[in-house]
């Protein structure tokens, strides 16, 4: 059976960047945000691209599920990247019991700052913060396996470092030569909402080297920061760190 991992992130982070450095594996294929049509179709919700991504994707959870668990895969390993907001809170999780799972966090005033730039307004559920704990508590029961986290931060200051590290709690081999750069451009696997989203990761052949940014946030969005705050906090207290910076990372 062909290993799949479960990669949980919210928006605006490096996921897709992550996702780049998967599928530039030879050993590897990759999924964009599958349950992105479930999640517009169900709440109504009007995002770029919402007709196109409507008629690109099953708007059906049972059929995407399928997809994820019992199709086949052409490939040694599959990558499949999540969006820890798609998911109701009603859903069955029992479909991830196969899966390996890990999540991606950020700092949540970089989320929102980040997001803002794209979208005209922000929120507690577009952002699915919350929802990832939640979400990383359901898995551990699911699975009987606490998810392995990686912070967006700490594989941006040394990506060699601490993909080494998540390559091995995965049990799969570490590629560097694969996983830490790739060719600029789209791919075929990128989701139809790649024009709105993707020009940053469209443009990189590598890893961005970490820059703390100096963030300002109004009112609202800054008490928003700081309720989300904890959240972050519970799961970046069991992230994978690099132990030591390591030479000649990016």
Same mark, same amino acid.
């Given at each position: 059976m062909t290993p799949r991992i479960a990669m949980w992130s919210g928006p605006r982070n490096i996921s897709t960047a992550m996702m780049r450095s998967w599928e530039n594996r030879p050993d590897c294929s990759v999924v964009d945000e599958p349950f992105y049509a479930c999640y517009l179709q169900e709440t109504g919700l009007e995002h770029p691209c919402r007709e196109a991504i409507l008629d690109a994707q099953s708007t059906s959870r049972p059929?995407?599920?399928?997809?994820?668990?019992?199709?086949?895969?052409d490939s040694p390993l599959q990558y499949q990247k999540h969006m820890t907001h798609h998911i109701p809170r009603d859903m069955d999780m029992q479909w991830c019991?196969? =899966?390996?799972?890990?999540f991606l966090i950020r700092d949540p005033a970089e989320v929102i700052a980040s997001y803002l730039e794209k979208m005209p307004s922000v929120s507690e559920d577009a952002i699915g913060i919350v929802r990832q704990t939640e979400l990383f508590e359901t898995i551990s029961a699911v699975t009987g396996i606490t998810p392995l986290v990686v912070d967006s931060a700490d594989i941006l200051r040394d990506p060699a470092a601490v993909l080494a590290k998540l390559c091995a709690? =995965?049990?799969?081999?570490?590629?560097?030569?694969?996983? =830490?750069?790739?060719?600029a451009g789209r791919r075929d696997s990128d989701g139809v909402w790649a024009p709105h989203w993707y020009q940053s990761v469209e443009n990189s052949t590598g890893f961005a080297r970490y820059q703390p940014r100096d963030i300002a946030l109004s009112g609202k969005h800054q008490a928003l920061a700081e309720a989300m705050a904890p959240y972050y906090q519970a799961l970046a207290g069991r992230r994978i760190q690099a132990d030591r910076p390591t030479a000649g990372a990016c």
């Open positions: 059929e995407v599920v399928e997809g994820l668990t019992g199709a086949p895969v019991a196969g =899966l390996a799972h890990c709690q =995965l049990e799969v081999s570490w590629l560097p030569g694969s996983m =830490l750069r790739w060719p």
